[in-house]
Nanobody, 121 residues
Framework: QVQLVESGGDLVQAGGSLRLSCAAS????????MAWYRQAPGKQRELVAI???????NYVDSVKGRFTISRDNAKNTVYLQMNSLKPEETTVYYC???????????????WGQGTQGTVPS
């Protein structure tokens, strides 16, 4: 059993910052990529940022220069530092991990339950 538990969602004023965390636990052999997605009501889930186990990162264009994804491989934890937040970024943020539960197991995608970030206009 694998669990991804997010934390850090909150209400912050426009221009403010939030730091999200996501810890993976359970029967984990190795983690490939870890990522953050977001999904506003009525919209498709959007990839915000992704990081490989080697530390290579990529971001959706709208957050480049404002958001930073990082990970602590020893803790199986991924972070998302979000600066200069905008009201339109009010949404639920989801953690994703592509991982293996054993040396012969296939890579499988796991999701957290989501954490709400609110930026009032």
């Amino acid at each position: 059993q694998v669990q991804l538990v997010e934390s850090g969602g909150d209400l912050v004023q426009a221009g403010g910052s939030l730091r999200l965390s996501c810890a993976a636990s359970g029967s984990i052999f190795s983690i490939n990529t870890m990522a953050w997605y977001r999904q506003a009501p009525g919209k498709q889930r959007e990839l915000v940022a992704i990081i490989t186990n080697g530390g290579i990162t990529n971001y959706v264009d709208s957050v480049k220069g404002r958001f930073t994804i990082s990970r602590d491989n020893a803790k199986n934890t991924v972070y998302l530092q979000m600066n200069s937040l905008k009201p339109e970024e009010t949404t639920v943020y989801y953690c994703n991990a592509d991982l293996r539960t054993g040396w012969a197991a296939p890579a499988t995608s796991y999701w957290g339950q989501g954490t709400q970030g609110t930026v009032p206009s």
